[in-house]
């Protein structure tokens, strides 16, 4: 997954994509960056591996001049981890610039590269991403938002972008929907964030969302706008919802996270209640707004058993399973004076590949707790994502593999119970149609794209 943002009017706009880029840390942590245009037109990028303040240090900001910027944060499969791979991607061609910033996932990226080398392109990293650029350099046509319709035709997969050329920045999102992508304003400034807590930060206010097959330009003469693509039937990621997006911000046309989680932790209250338990408590920080939920729903006391260091990356992140599996104790530490001779509700948003829960379930027991019922506000993941979310592939999913019985055996819980998908659908904002629940159901909107070996081609966001 990623976090992209965009400035066009502001004196020092990378200041502000920096600033930007803080609230989307979450949604990548292994490689940042940012493009700066100044008056000129000349483009400087600069990009570094790691958080926002190790690969974007303040003496690299002073040397990002100008009024348009547009900024990256990334996480990658394992393997494709590299400096090459961060965005955003920035090249220069007979027209000037192209600076392209993507989340999201093209499903058909291995054939439109094929393509192209097949006609002589040359490829400088293993990103999807890179496919759009050359693209758009090929394509003919003069305006801006002509040569980015040119591009995204033929297009298959989740995209939300910004793209920057001459005085030009532009916004699109994939007729579909699947990421969330936020126009905010700031006096004469335009914004754009894929999350709302994004534009909070630097004080601008949420104008709008981008629009599924739209392209927003934003020149020297102001915003407007072109419906570039046919919009298809809306696949927004349920799972942003979930687990992704941070509760403080309003995603998919104003649905607000919090909301969201606390409705499905009520949800999943009400489907898989636990008689027997004394108290509920959420893994920290994704599942505190559903545990908040189920507290409310079953009257059962809502405590803080658990502790995150907040100094450590996500457990998720780390590229390989050796530092998955070191990093569960780094990162939680198990309160005895809630949880001993206790039976305990432990709320979590998601199990992936069941390595974290299981470590967590041994701390939990580990302080005392007499029984440990397990409650997950979504249900089992039993598939891949090929639109962005970086989930391993089925071999790794625990879902995918054992039934929840054998789960729960596994992870060593009394029990365990998960949301169901209809419970899923019908507490997110706006629902239950027009979401993509693919991971979950199995029901994949597109073909499933000929090389999902990430590793090879790497996963453009
Ligand atoms: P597991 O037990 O599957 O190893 O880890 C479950 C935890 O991973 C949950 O707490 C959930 O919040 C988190 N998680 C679920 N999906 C993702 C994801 O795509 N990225 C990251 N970093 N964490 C995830
Ligand atoms: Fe989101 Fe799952 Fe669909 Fe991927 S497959 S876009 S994670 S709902
Ligand atoms: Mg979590």
């Given at each position: 997954?990623c976090g992209i943002f965009g400035v066009h009017g502001a004196?020092?706009a990378?200041?502000l994509v920096?600033?930007g880029?803080?609230?989307l840390?979450?949604?990548?942590?292994?490689?940042?960056?940012?493009v700066?245009v100044?008056?000129?037109?000349?483009?400087?990028?600069?990009?570094?591996?790691?958080?926002?303040?190790?690969?974007?240090?303040?003496?690299?900001?002073?040397?990002?001049?100008?009024d348009l910027a547009i900024g990256h944060?990334?996480?990658?499969?394992?393997?494709?981890?590299?400096?090459?791979?961060?965005?955003p991607?920035?090249?220069?061609?007979?027209?000037?610039?192209i600076a392209l910033a993507h989340n999201g996932?093209?499903?058909?990226?291995?054939?439109?590269?094929?393509?192209?080398?097949?006609?002589?392109?040359?490829?400088?990293?293993?990103?999807?991403s890179?496919?759009l650029v050359?693209?758009m350099?090929?394509s003919?046509a003069e305006r801006p938002e002509d040569r980015l319709t040119d591009a995204l035709r033929?297009v298959?997969?989740a995209y939300s972008l910004l793209v920057a050329t001459g005085d030009t920045l532009m916004a699109a999102r994939d007729p579909r929907g699947w990421r969330p992508l936020a126009i905010g304003t700031l006096g004469d400034t335009f914004v754009f964030a894929s999350e709302t807590?994004a534009l909070?930060?630097v004080?601008a206010t949420h104008l709008r969302d981008v629009q599924p097959g739209e392209i927003v330009i934003v020149d020297r003469q102001g915003l407007r706008s072109v419906q570039a693509l046919e919009p298809l039937?809306s696949?927004r990621?349920?799972?942003?919802?979930?687990?992704?997006?941070?509760?403080?911000?309003r995603i998919f046309g104003g649905?607000?996270?919090?909301?969201?989680?606390?409705?499905?932790?009520?949800?999943?209250?009400?489907?898989?209640?636990?008689?027997?338990?004394?108290?509920?408590?959420?893994?920290?920080?994704?599942?505190?707004?559903?545990?908040?939920?189920?507290?409310?729903?079953?009257?059962?006391?809502?405590?803080?058993?658990?502790?995150?260091?907040?100094?450590?990356?996500?457990?998720?992140?780390?590229?390989?399973?050796?530092?998955?599996?070191?990093?569960?104790?780094?990162?939680?530490?198990?309160?005895?004076?809630?949880?001993?001779?206790?039976?305990?509700?432990?709320?979590?948003?998601?199990?992936?590949?069941?390595?974290?829960?299981?470590?967590?379930?041994?701390?939990?027991?580990?302080?005392?707790?007499?029984?440990?019922?397990?409650?997950?506000?979504?249900?089992?993941?039993?598939?891949?994502?090929?639109?962005?979310?970086?989930?391993?592939?089925?071999?790794?999913?625990?879902?995918?593999?054992?039934?929840?019985?054998?789960?729960?055996?596994?992870?060593?819980?009394?029990?365990?119970?998960?949301?169901?998908?209809?419970?899923?659908?019908?507490?997110?904002?706006?629902?239950?149609?027009?979401?993509?629940?693919?991971?979950?159901?199995?029901?994949?909107?597109?073909?499933?794209?000929?090389?999902?070996?990430?590793?090879?081609?790497?996963?453009?966001?």
């Amino acid at each position: 997954m990623c976090g992209i943002f965009g400035v066009h009017g502001a004196p020092d706009a990378a200041e502000l994509v920096h600033l930007g880029l803080y609230s989307l840390q979450h949604r990548g942590q292994e490689s940042a960056g940012i493009v700066a245009v100044d008056q000129n037109g000349t483009a400087q990028a600069h990009r570094g591996m790691g958080l926002i303040s190790e690969a974007l240090t303040s003496g690299v900001l002073e040397q990002l001049r100008g009024d348009l910027a547009i900024g990256h944060t990334r996480y990658s499969t394992a393997g494709s981890s590299t400096i090459e791979n961060a965005q955003p991607v920035l090249v220069r061609f007979r027209g000037g610039y192209i600076a392209l910033a993507h989340n999201g996932n093209i499903v058909n990226a291995t054939e439109l590269r094929r393509d192209l080398e097949a006609q002589g392109s040359i490829f400088n990293s293993t990103m999807d991403s890179e496919v759009l650029v050359h693209r758009m350099a090929r394509s003919q046509a003069e305006r801006p938002e002509d040569r980015l319709t040119d591009a995204l035709r033929g297009v298959e997969g989740a995209y939300s972008l910004l793209v920057a050329t001459g005085d030009t920045l532009m916004a699109a999102r994939d007729p579909r929907g699947w990421r969330p992508l936020a126009i905010g304003t700031l006096g004469d400034t335009f914004v754009f964030a894929s999350e709302t807590c994004a534009l909070d930060i630097v004080g601008a206010t949420h104008l709008r969302d981008v629009q599924p097959g739209e392209i927003v330009i934003v020149d020297r003469q102001g915003l407007r706008s072109v419906q570039a693509l046919e919009p298809l039937e809306s696949r927004r990621c349920v799972f942003e919802y979930v687990y992704f997006a941070r509760p403080d911000s309003r995603i998919f046309g104003g649905g607000s996270v919090d909301r969201a989680r606390r409705a499905l932790g009520r949800a999943l209250g009400r489907e898989q209640p636990a008689p027997t338990a004394d108290l509920v408590f959420g893994v920290p920080d994704s599942a505190n707004a559903a545990a908040l939920g189920y507290a409310e729903e079953t009257g059962l006391p809502l405590e803080l058993a658990l502790i995150r260091n907040h100094y450590v990356g996500r457990t998720f992140i780390q590229p390989s399973q050796q530092g998955r599996n070191h990093k569960v104790k780094v990162k939680y530490n198990a309160v005895r004076e809630v949880l001993e001779g206790k039976s305990v509700v432990m709320i979590d948003d998601s199990i992936v590949r069941g390595t974290t829960t299981r470590g967590l379930v041994h701390l939990v027991r580990a302080a005392g707790a007499r029984e440990v019922h397990m409650r997950i506000a979504s249900p089992p993941v039993t598939g891949p994502c090929y639109y962005g979310i970086d989930t391993p592939s089925r071999e790794e999913l625990i879902a995918a593999n054992l039934s929840v019985e054998e789960i729960a055996r596994h992870i060593g819980v009394d029990s365990l119970g998960y949301l169901s998908l209809e419970g899923m659908l019908a507490a997110v904002p706006d629902g239950p149609h027009g979401f993509c629940h693919a991971c979950f159901s199995g029901d994949y909107p597109t073909a499933p794209p000929t090389d999902p070996d990430k590793l090879r081609f790497g996963c453009g966001c």
